[in-house]
Nanobody
Framework: QGRLVESGGGSVQAGGSLTLSCTAS????????MGWFRQSPGKEREWVAS???????AYADAVKGRFTISKDLASHTLDLQMSSLKPEDTAMYYC???????????????????WGQGTQVTVSS
């Protein structure tokens, strides 16, 4: 339960777009609150976006208006569509699953029980 596999990372020029996908397994996926985090070398892991059990989304100020998080129940995937990418978006991106339902998006990494292995996103200027 709670296995997560990310895909879709890569290298792109500033202003470009990428879509990250996280495939989840586990019987409780449907109502689980999930999110995306990222970590750059020498920096702490930071919250990017998340959805609650109703799939209401929340975004960090740094990505608001540029990134879109979506959860597809049929395919058990959590996607992160990223556009207008900036060099400062360069990081390892991690998918996370809290393993529980929540009534508002979770922004603290300590609220998440399961993590993927990460996928690298590199944005060049």
């Amino acid at each position: 339960q709670g296995r997560l596999v990310e895909s879709g990372g890569g290298s792109v020029q500033a202003g470009g777009s990428l879509t990250l996908s996280c495939t989840a397994s586990g019987a409780t996926y449907t109502n689980d609150c999930m999110g995306w985090f990222r970590q750059s070398p020498g920096k702490e892991r930071e919250w990017v976006a998340s959805v609650d059990r109703r799939r209401t989304a929340a975004y960090a100020d740094a990505v608001k208006g540029r990134f879109t998080i979506s959860k597809d129940l049929a395919s058990h995937t959590l996607d992160l569509q990223m556009s207008s990418l900036k060099p400062e978006d360069t990081a390892m991106y991690y998918c996370a699953n809290s393993g529980r339902a929540c009534d508002s998006p979770l922004v603290n990494q300590h609220d998440y029980a399961y993590w993927g292995q990460g996928t690298q996103v590199t944005v060049s200027s």
